[in-house]
């Protein structure tokens, strides 16, 4: 089956600083998304990605997040100035259609620590 | 804001107990989703209910769709160590297209 790829597995960064997370989705995916799992908790919706913009972002992506899909192939999410509460498992998703009903396919995600 | 909820938090069972978790919506929703996710683990699809009072089955694994389309049931026969995880319910966003999950409710198996 085919696997939505994220890097890199694991991100240390000291706070304040600027991070990528990076995925690659499965190719006939047209729907993007970016959610985010605090340690034990629940998977939250940070943003949704369709057509080279953002069709909806919760209220946890603020002016800090941004996302991209430079190349027509990665989706990146960017962290501008990380803070300690942004430490968590990101994960990458994406469907092939807006559809309600469409599963999603998750990423293995991207932990990230901030220090 | 639409939320979804899930209980209980933590299940622990003997290997051969059976399971059961409940989700519950806020508003109604035109279907639902449920998610495995194991331990250090990313969530994987398990199955999609769309019509009331619908149930499905896959093995040990009985999910079912309220009438009332605003809550649904995971329940596990017979659990295995096989089955250690935790799972969670999706709906809908009222925008559509994102899905919103609940708390999860985390499994563990005792051989």
């Known amino acids: 089956e085919p696997e939505v790829t994220q890097t890199p597995s694991h991100q240390v960064t000291q706070m304040g600083q600027e991070v990528i997370l990076r995925c690659v989705p499965i190719?006939?995916?047209?729907?993007f998304y970016w959610y985010r799992q605090i340690l034990g908790q629940k998977v939250e919706f940070l943003v949704s990605?369709?057509?080279?913009?953002?069709?909806?972002k919760s209220e946890i992506f603020d002016d800090q997040f941004s996302v991209e899909r430079p190349d027509g192939s990665n989706f990146t999410l960017k962290i501008r100035s990380t803070k300690l509460e942004d430490s968590a498992m990101y994960f990458c998703?994406?469907?092939?259609?807006?559809?309600?009903?469409?599963?999603?396919?998750f990423g293995s995600g991207t932990q990230l620590s901030v220090l | 804001g639409q939320q979804v909820m899930q209980i209980p938090q933590y299940q622990h069972v003997q290997e051969g107990e059976d399971f059961t978790t409940y989700c519950n919506s806020s508003?109604?929703?035109?279907?639902i989703q449920w998610y495995k996710q194991r331990p250090g683990g990313h969530p994987v699809f398990l199955i999609q209910l769309v019509k009331s009072g619908e149930v499905k089955k896959q093995k040990r694994l009985t999910f079912q769709f309220g009438e009332a389309k605003k809550n649904s049931s995971l329940h596990i026969t017979a659990t295995q160590t096989t089955d250690v995880g935790t799972y969670f319910c999706a709906g809908p966003g009222n925008q559509g297209g994102k899905l919103i999950f609940g708390q999860g409710t985390e499994l563990s198996v005792k051989p």
């Open positions: 508003t109604t929703l035109s279907n």
């Open positions: 998703a994406g469907g092939g259609t807006l559809a309600t009903n469409e599963k999603l396919f």
């Open positions: 990605f369709y057509n080279n913009e953002i069709s909806e």
């Open positions: 190719s006939n995916h047209l729907y």
